[in-house]
């Protein structure tokens, strides 16, 4: 079944500092792949998405490149900011009769000043 | 404004009571889903509807019930057999049946906590 492996936080960061949290996935097909963000007591909001390999997503200073070789997409920012804390989340749909996103575990990102 | 609106925000239930969550979207999408996150795990899918009057179960839908009587709206009742209902419920909406590349919206949740 479809699954995706994201690094286990928390990350502790300082302002400005270069982000990177890695999220590995395995499905059938050519799945979608997204970055959801959830800041503390919300629901999930989308950050970044691609649909076919070698896509970049990106929005507010994150991206993420869609590798079908390394079946990767990892997040990265250059330059963190403490309005950044928040947890992030991978996520694929793949397709087929299950209309579903498969969700990775979460990674919680702190800033501090 | 568009948007998901669930209510409440936080909800207390005593054990062995049914309980229902509300759902709303005024997005005019037609497919709706109910996830359930607990810490650590990540969000997992309860149940979704891809159309009015249709649903199917997620991955872990016992202990739960859905409706869909109206677009709109999508209401999650959470029985007294849900072994383990405390968590945070959250709800989302994407445009069509076909969710391939479709971002799923999702709404502020529901806190339930269970005395």
């Known amino acids: 079944g479809d699954s995706v492996t994201q690094m286990e936080g928390p990350v502790t960061l300082s302002e400005e500092a270069f982000l990177t949290i890695n999220c590995t996935y395995t499905?059938?097909?050519?799945?979608?792949l997204f970055w959801y963000v959830q800041y503390p007591g919300e629901g999930l909001q989308l950050l970044l998405k691609?649909?076919?390999?070698?896509d970049k997503g990106s929005n507010k200073g994150f991206e993420a490149t869609y590798r079908k070789e390394t079946t990767s997409f990892h997040l990265e920012k250059g330059s963190v900011q403490v309005s950044d804390s928040a947890v992030y989340f991978c996520?694929?749909?793949?397709?087929?009769?299950?209309?579903?996103?498969?969700f990775g575990k979460g990674t919680l990102l702190t800033v501090n000043p | 404004d568009g948007g998901i609106t669930q209510s409440p925000k936080y909800l207390f239930r005593k054990e062995g009571q049914n309980v229902t969550l509300s759902c709303e979207q005024n997005?005019?999408?037609?497919?709706m889903y109910w996830y359930r996150q607990d810490p650590g795990q990540g969000l997992r899918l309860i149940y979704y509807?891809?159309?009015?009057?249709?649903?199917q179960k997620g991955d872990i839908a016992e202990g739960y019930s859905v409706s869909r009587e109206k677009k709109e709206s999508f209401p999650l009742t959470v029985t007294s057999a849900q072994k383990n209902p405390t968590a945070f419920y959250l709800c989302?909406?994407?445009?069509?049946?076909?969710?391939?590349?479709?971002?799923?919206?999702f709404g502020p949740g529901t806190r339930l906590t269970v005395l």
């Open positions: 509807s891809q159309i009015v009057n249709d649903f």
């Open positions: 691609a649909t076919k390999a070698d």
């Open positions: 499905a059938t097909g050519y799945p979608s």
């Open positions: 996520a694929l749909f793949s397709g087929g009769s299950n209309y579903k996103l498969t």
């Open positions: 989302a909406s994407s445009p069509s049946r076909r969710t391939g590349t479709d971002t799923q919206y």
């Open positions: 997005l005019n999408h037609d497919a």
